[in-house]
């Protein structure tokens, strides 16, 4: 590839911060809010024009649905944004008008239900944005938007800040402790921190999301029911889970695709997300494109134009062959794709698929996840009560000082990458980190060093359960 040298220049400091956290999806948002809550000063900088994440952005309101009766919660603010966003009228209980008693028996059994209410609901993508705007002036935090990081500002081994770029050109923000927040380890790349990214014909795919209006919800309902998907038909599960109910849509798109109106080399299997009493069906996961590399720019624009192509080969055949879409329109497609998997951190420990399938237990534990794999063919819901220990040294990067990295890249094999992606999760590695950050200027040691007992009963006290 031809090169040019960019000219070097001075470029404006415009802020000083004690911790920055640079992403603003689940992670981010636990970071910046427990960092806070933990009393020191904090920015946040999100690329985009909201915070959210995959929630906002590609329009993922299910944080919540691995959750069944027997399920180990691990509190902190994953469930505190669920409960925030109930209070506000930001979340929709997915089943809450099926009155088809088969089916809500059917879910009674499966745990989904207790005594007629549903055990999870559905962030409402949309007004969740003005959920977390609301949560982050509360707590303080300040708030910068429309700016990308585009590189570590380092001395020797230690970070120092970042240079974001914006409308209003390169400028730079100069912090005690960051955390990166990106979902693909931006800063942490840019910093010199290792990291594993696999070849993009094995990463997990990424997806184009879309929303439909116009649906006729009673009929689509009644479809679900006399059509009943089981997780069995779309994953390798641990057994258990074989026959239990899942929003999983595929008949519509086989049958399109027996008539010739979407091409053989294209897959469509839809999950649907909630719906609404406007006839809405907010959110159809089903446009998925393997062999694109999320940090490669061609590959990104590549995909979110074929996926929109795909979208429309999607509403085509859900009009056609599914009760209720007869006029139904395009409501929404998300403001950007969705990544599944790019890069991960070395870590000071690399979580494994030992680890997250039987109930690893650490010393330096900043959370628990409950037993929830989703990925790389492997499908294991919590529904018997079984959790593993979230260990801090996922989140701490080698050779970079006073760095962490959490969310989706956090240091792990490919299996525990399916349950450590998970939002329930994020928000863990998240939380844990802000405290972590807080915890080691006050003592003046670095995030290696940090005092982990010190973290672990403010973690209890900000509500998070650790063992
Ligand atoms: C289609 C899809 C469906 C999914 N379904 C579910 C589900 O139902 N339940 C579940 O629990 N999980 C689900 N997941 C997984 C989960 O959504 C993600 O793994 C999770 O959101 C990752 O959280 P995060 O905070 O690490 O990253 P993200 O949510 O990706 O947030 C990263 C944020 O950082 C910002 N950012 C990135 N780079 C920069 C930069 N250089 N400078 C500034 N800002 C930057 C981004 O704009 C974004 O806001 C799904 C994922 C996808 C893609």
Redesign the pocket.
């Given at each position: 590839m031809r090169m040019i040298d960019e000219p070097s220049k001075k470029i404006p400091i415009i802020a000083e911060t004690e911790i920055l956290v640079?992403?603003?999806?689940?992670?981010?948002?636990s970071a910046a809010l427990s960092a806070a809550r933990a009393g020191v000063e904090v920015m946040i900088?999100?690329?985009?024009g909201c915070?959210?994440?995959?929630?906002?952005?590609?329009m993922?309101g299910?944080?919540?649905?691995?959750r069944y009766a027997q399920t180990i919660e691990s509190g902190g603010i994953g469930l505190e944004l669920e409960e925030r966003s109930k209070s506000m009228d930001a979340s929709i209980d997915i089943f809450g008008k099926i009155k088809n008693k088969e089916l809500t028996d059917v879910l009674e059994q499966e745990g989904l239900m207790v005594e007629g209410k549903a055990t999870y609901e559905v962030l409402d993508t949309e007004m969740f944005k003005h959920v977390v705007d609301e949560m982050i002036q509360e707590a303080g935090i300040k708030p910068l938007l429309h700016?990308?990081?585009?590189q570590a500002i380092m001395d020797e081994d230690v970070i120092k800040g970042v240079i974001?770029e914006s409308k209003s050109g390169r400028q730079a923000i100069l912090a005690k402790r960051i955390i990166d927040?990106?979902?693909?380890a931006?800063?942490a790349h840019h910093a010199g921190a290792p990291f594993n990214k696999s070849p993009k014909n094995e990463l997990m795919e990424?997806?184009v999301?879309f929303g439909c209006s116009g649906v006729n919800i009673g009929k689509f309902l009644m479809y679900v029911y006399l059509n009943r998907s089981k997780f069995g038909d779309w994953g390798e599960t641990s057994g258990k889970e074989e026959d239990f109910f899942t929003t999983y849509l595929t008949e519509p798109f086989k049958k399109a695709q027996e008539a010739g109106e979407i091409p053989n080399d294209v897959t469509i299997e839809s999950?649907w997300?909630c719906y609404t009493d406007a006839g809405e069906i907010n959110s159809f996961?089903g446009i998925h494109m393997n062999n694109i590399d999320p940090t490669d720019v061609w590959d990104l624009t590549k995909a979110e134009i074929e996926g929109r192509k795909r979208v429309m080969m999607a509403i085509n055949a859900l009009k056609k062959y599914t009760p209720g879409f007869k006029k139904a329109r395009l409501r929404t497609i998300g403001a950007?794709?969705?990544?599944?998997e790019s890069r991960k951190i070395i870590g000071q420990y690399n979580i494994t698929e030992d680890d997250v399938r039987n109930e690893a237990r650490f010393e330096d534990t900043i959370g628990i996840c409950p037993e929830?794999i989703?990925g790389h063919g492997v499908c294991i819901m919590p529904t018997t009560g079984r959790y593993f220990h979230v260990p801090y040294g996922i989140i701490v990067p080698q050779k970079v000082e006073n760095l962490l990295v959490?969310?989706?890249?956090v240091a792990g094999d490919k299996i525990s990458h399916a349950a450590t992606?998970?939002?329930?999760?994020?928000t863990v590695t998240?939380q844990g980190a802000g405290v972590a950050a807080a915890v080691s200027i006050k003592d003046d040691l670095t995030c290696r060093l940090v005092n982990i007992s010190k973290v672990q009963n403010i973690l209890k006290k900000q509500g998070v359960r650790i063992e």
């Amino acid at each position: 590839m031809r090169m040019i040298d960019e000219p070097s220049k001075k470029i404006p400091i415009i802020a000083e911060t004690e911790i920055l956290v640079v992403g603003g999806g689940p992670a981010g948002i636990s970071a910046a809010l427990s960092a806070a809550r933990a009393g020191v000063e904090v920015m946040i900088v999100e690329r985009y024009g909201c915070f959210g994440g995959v929630i906002t952005q590609t329009m993922i309101g299910t944080i919540s649905w691995y959750r069944y009766a027997q399920t180990i919660e691990s509190g902190g603010i994953g469930l505190e944004l669920e409960e925030r966003s109930k209070s506000m009228d930001a979340s929709i209980d997915i089943f809450g008008k099926i009155k088809n008693k088969e089916l809500t028996d059917v879910l009674e059994q499966e745990g989904l239900m207790v005594e007629g209410k549903a055990t999870y609901e559905v962030l409402d993508t949309e007004m969740f944005k003005h959920v977390v705007d609301e949560m982050i002036q509360e707590a303080g935090i300040k708030p910068l938007l429309h700016c990308t990081v585009v590189q570590a500002i380092m001395d020797e081994d230690v970070i120092k800040g970042v240079i974001i770029e914006s409308k209003s050109g390169r400028q730079a923000i100069l912090a005690k402790r960051i955390i990166d927040a990106t979902g693909d380890a931006d800063v942490a790349h840019h910093a010199g921190a290792p990291f594993n990214k696999s070849p993009k014909n094995e990463l997990m795919e990424v997806t184009v999301n879309f929303g439909c209006s116009g649906v006729n919800i009673g009929k689509f309902l009644m479809y679900v029911y006399l059509n009943r998907s089981k997780f069995g038909d779309w994953g390798e599960t641990s057994g258990k889970e074989e026959d239990f109910f899942t929003t999983y849509l595929t008949e519509p798109f086989k049958k399109a695709q027996e008539a010739g109106e979407i091409p053989n080399d294209v897959t469509i299997e839809s999950y649907w997300g909630c719906y609404t009493d406007a006839g809405e069906i907010n959110s159809f996961n089903g446009i998925h494109m393997n062999n694109i590399d999320p940090t490669d720019v061609w590959d990104l624009t590549k995909a979110e134009i074929e996926g929109r192509k795909r979208v429309m080969m999607a509403i085509n055949a859900l009009k056609k062959y599914t009760p209720g879409f007869k006029k139904a329109r395009l409501r929404t497609i998300g403001a950007s794709l969705g990544t599944r998997e790019s890069r991960k951190i070395i870590g000071q420990y690399n979580i494994t698929e030992d680890d997250v399938r039987n109930e690893a237990r650490f010393e330096d534990t900043i959370g628990i996840c409950p037993e929830f794999i989703d990925g790389h063919g492997v499908c294991i819901m919590p529904t018997t009560g079984r959790y593993f220990h979230v260990p801090y040294g996922i989140i701490v990067p080698q050779k970079v000082e006073n760095l962490l990295v959490v969310g989706r890249a956090v240091a792990g094999d490919k299996i525990s990458h399916a349950a450590t992606r998970q939002m329930v999760c994020c928000t863990v590695t998240g939380q844990g980190a802000g405290v972590a950050a807080a915890v080691s200027i006050k003592d003046d040691l670095t995030c290696r060093l940090v005092n982990i007992s010190k973290v672990q009963n403010i973690l209890k006290k900000q509500g998070v359960r650790i063992e």
